[in-house]
């Protein structure tokens, strides 16, 4: 069955130094890979998106990348700010089917 | 535009009574869904719909209903609450035509509703 696994753990980093998550799936050949934000109490908020056929997204201080040899996305906070302290969660995506969310990893910037 | 607007945003239930989590996007979207998170579980598929009269079942479709007689409104009943369905549902929308990219089904979300079953 597909699946996606994301650290189940909490990234702990300081102010000002990079951030970088993982997803990884199997059973899986996604047209697509999303990632979005989620605050508590709050619903998800799309952020990027990258298609299968591209290596690396930016916007801003964001940057996603992906290799569907590994099977692997991985995403990028340059600079980071307690402001991005939150849930990140990478969803897969074929066509307009549904889209297959990871159960995210929560990201906590010390000041 | 309010975007997707979810109704309750708490609500409690004994077991065996039914309810309806209401749903709405201001959007023109046609897409609409309906997830459940839970700790350690991510967000799964309940029930989807990509237009005004069609939906489709998801991952976890079992204790629950919908119906999308509009384009607007995609409630979600519940037909006889259980403790399992505990849980707080999202409802998601999308309009794959977008500026972002055609064809990518790129969701926004509403609130959440939190449904405790006691």
């Known amino acids: 069955s597909q699946k996606i696994e994301q650290n189940s753990e909490a990234l702990n980093i300081q102010e000002g130094k990079t951030a970088t998550l993982t997803c990884n799936y199997t059973?899986?050949?996604?047209?697509?890979l999303q990632w979005y934000r989620q605050d508590p109490g709050r619903g998800p908020v799309f952020l990027l998106l990258i298609r299968e056929n591209e290596k690396e997204k930016r916007k801003e201080r964001l940057k996603v990348t992906f290799d569907t040899t590994l099977k692997q996305s991985l995403f990028h906070i340059t600079a980071s700010q307690p402001a991005d302290s939150a849930t990140y969660l990478c969803?897969?995506?074929?066509?307009?089917?549904?889209?297959?969310f990871g159960s995210g990893t929560r990201l906590q910037v010390q000041p | 535009n309010a975007g997707v607007t979810q109704t309750p945003k708490f609500q409690v239930l004994k077991t065996g009574q039914s309810m309806t989590l209401q749903c709405a996007q201001d959007m023109n979207h046609e897409y609409m869904s309906w997830y459940r998170q839970d700790p350690g579980m991510g967000l799964r598929l309940i029930h989807y719909?990509?237009?005004?009269?069609?939906?489709d079942q998801g991952e976890v479709p079992n204790g629950y209903n919908v119906s999308r007689s509009t384009t607007e409104d995609f409630p979600l009943r519940l037909l006889s609450a259980a403790p399992s369905q505990t849980s707080v549902y999202f409802c998601a929308s999308s309009y794959s035509g977008t500026v972002l990219s055609s064809g990518a089904n790129v969701l926004t979300f509403g609130a959440g509703s939190r449904l405790t079953v006691l």
């Open positions: 059973n899986y050949s996604p047209a697509y």
């Open positions: 969803a897969l995506g074929t066509g307009r089917r549904a889209l297959t």
């Open positions: 719909s990509v237009g005004a009269g069609i939906t």
